[in-house]
C-alpha cells in the first residue's frame, strides 16, 4: 500500500511493522495504487525511482489517517458542488411560494375593496334613509304621541345600524392598511429574491457557457484524433475526453506512446489558456486480472501509474500549475461496458481526463444570501 504525506513523501508497507521510505526524486520507478482525494493540497507523485529508508508501523498509520481526511474532503467538496444545485433550486421553490403569497394578497386586497365599497354604499343608502326619516319625523312631530314614538324608535335604530356600520367601515379600513402594508413589504421581499435568484442563474449560465465554449476549445485541439482512439463529451457540467489504450499505452505498459504524447501536449496547451479548470486524470482497465512482477502487480497499480504518466506529461510540457492537477487509479471498477466481450473490454481499457470548472464565484454569492 502506497501513502503520501504532507511533504510529498512516499511509504510503501512491506511488512506489518516495516515500510521503505521513497523520496520524490525516486518516485519514478513506483505507482500510486489508490487515487490521492483532494484537489488543492495534495498531488500525485509521478513515478518512483529508488528505496530510501525505512519508517515505523506507527507513521504508516498516521499517513493513513490523512489520507482518509483527504478523501473526506473530496467528498465533502462534492456534496457541497452538489448542494449549490439544489440551493438554487429551493431558491427557485421559495420564490414560487412567495409569489403565490403575493397573489393571496391581492386577491384578499381586491376582496376587502370590494367589501369597502358596498360598505361604502350602503352607508350612503342609510343616511339616506335617515334624513327620510329625520323629515317624517318633523312632519310629524305634531301628531299623535305614538306615531311620534314609533318614529323615533325607528329613528333610534337606524341611528344605531349606522353607527355600527361606521365602525365596521374604520375596522375595515384599518384592516385594508394592514394589508396592504404587508403587500408591500412581501414585494420589496420578493424583488430581492428574484434578483438573488437572476445572479446565481447567470452564474450558473456562465460556467455552462465556459464548458461549452471549453468542450469546442477541446474538441477543435483534438481534431485529428476524434474517432481514432479518442472522444470529447459533456455532461454535469464536466468535460470528459476519454483515450483508449491503443491511443496511450502498449498492452500491460504505462509509457505513453509518441502518438499519444503529441495528443497530450496540444490537451496541454488548451489547459494553459484555461486557468480557471481543474483536471482529473482517471486510469481504467478492463476486468481480466494483471499477473505484473516489480512494483506494479495488478489493475490498481497500472491504472494509477498510467494516471501519473498522463500528468507527467502534461507537466513536462505546459505551464500548468500542478496544483489543478489530480491523478487517480480506477483499476477495473467503473467499466463502460459490462459485458464480457473483447469489444467491450477494449472499451473499458481507457484513460480520462476530466475538466470541471471551479465554483469559486458560485460558492461567494450563495455565502453572502
Known amino acids: 500500500m502506497l501513502i503520501i504525506d504532507n511533504d510529498l513523501q512516499i511509504f510503501i508497507l512491506k511488512k506489518p511493522y516495516y515500510c521503505l521510505f521513497l523520496t520524490e526524486k525516486d518516485c519514478c520507478k513506483y505507482n500510486l495504487f489508490q487515487k490521492l482525494p483532494t484537489m488543492k493540497k495534495y498531488f500525485f507523485l509521478l513515478l518512483i525511482t529508488s528505496v530510501i529508508a525505512c519508517v515505523p508501523a506507527s507513521k504508516f498509520e498516521a499517513e493513513k489517517s490523512k489520507r482518509e481526511n483527504c478523501e473526506k474532503d473530496l467528498a465533502n467538496c462534492k456534496t457541497s458542488s452538489q448542494s449549490l444545485e439544489t440551493q438554487v433550486n429551493e431558491l427557485k421553490n421559495k420564490m414560487t411560494d412567495e409569489e403565490k403569497q403575493l397573489a393571496g394578497l391581492q386577491k384578499d386586497t381586491s376582496i376587502l375593496g370590494n367589501t369597502y365599497r358596498n360598505l361604502t354604499s350602503k352607508y350612503d343608502k342609510l343616511n339616506d334613509v335617515n334624513e327620510n326619516l329625520l323629515d317624517k319625523y318633523n312632519k310629524l312631530i305634531i301628531g299623535s304621541n305614538s306615531e311620534s314614538q314609533k318614529l323615533s324608535g325607528q329613528l333610534s335604530t337606524t341611528q344605531e345600524q349606522l353607527q355600527k356600520k361606521q365602525d365596521d367601515l374604520k375596522q375595515l379600513q ?5 394589508k396592504k402594508s404587508d403587500l408591500d413589504v412581501l414585494t420589496v421581499e420578493l424583488k430581492k429574491r428574484e434578483d438573488r435568484v437572476k445572479e446565481l442563474e ?5 460556467k455552462d457557457d465556459a464548458v461549452n465554449n471549453l468542450k469546442k476549445t477541446v474538441s477543435d485541439a483534438l481534431m485529428g484524433f476524434e474517432g481514432k482512439g479518442l472522444t470529447v463529451t459533456m455532461k454535469n457540467g464536466k468535460v470528459y475526453v ?4 491503443s491511443l496511450l499505452f502498449k498492452s500491460g505498459k504505462w509509457a505513453v506512446e509518441p502518438k499519444g504524447v ?3 501536449k496540444k490537451l496541454a496547451k488548451v489547459l494553459e489558456t484555461n486557468s480557471d479548470i481543474n483536471v482529473m486524470v482517471e486510469g481504467h482497465t478492463d476486468n481480466v486480472e494483471m499477473k505484473g512482477q516489480g512494483d506494479v502487480k495488478d489493475n490498481w497499480d497500472l491504472s494509477a501509474v498510467r ?8 507537466t513536462n510540457n505546459s505551464s500548468v500549475n500542478p496544483k489543478r492537477l489530480t491523478a487517480a487509479g480506477r483499476a477495473e471498477f467503473f467499466p463502460l461496458d459490462d459485458s464480457k466481450t473483447k469489444e467491450a ?6 484513460t480520462e481526463i476530466i475538466l ?3 465554483l469559486d464565484e458560485l460558492l461567494k454569492v450563495l455565502e453572502t444570501n
Open 262 to 264: 503529441e495528443v497530450l
Open 307 to 314: 494516471a501519473t504518466s498522463v500528468v507527467k506529461i502534461i
Open 345 to 350: 473490454r477494449a472499451k473499458n481499457r481507457r
Open 202 to 206: 447567470a452564474i450558473l449560465k456562465q
Open 356 to 358: 470541471t470548472p471551479k
Open 174 to 178: 384599518i384592516e385594508l392598511d394592514r
Open 242 to 245: 476519454s483515450l483508449e489504450e
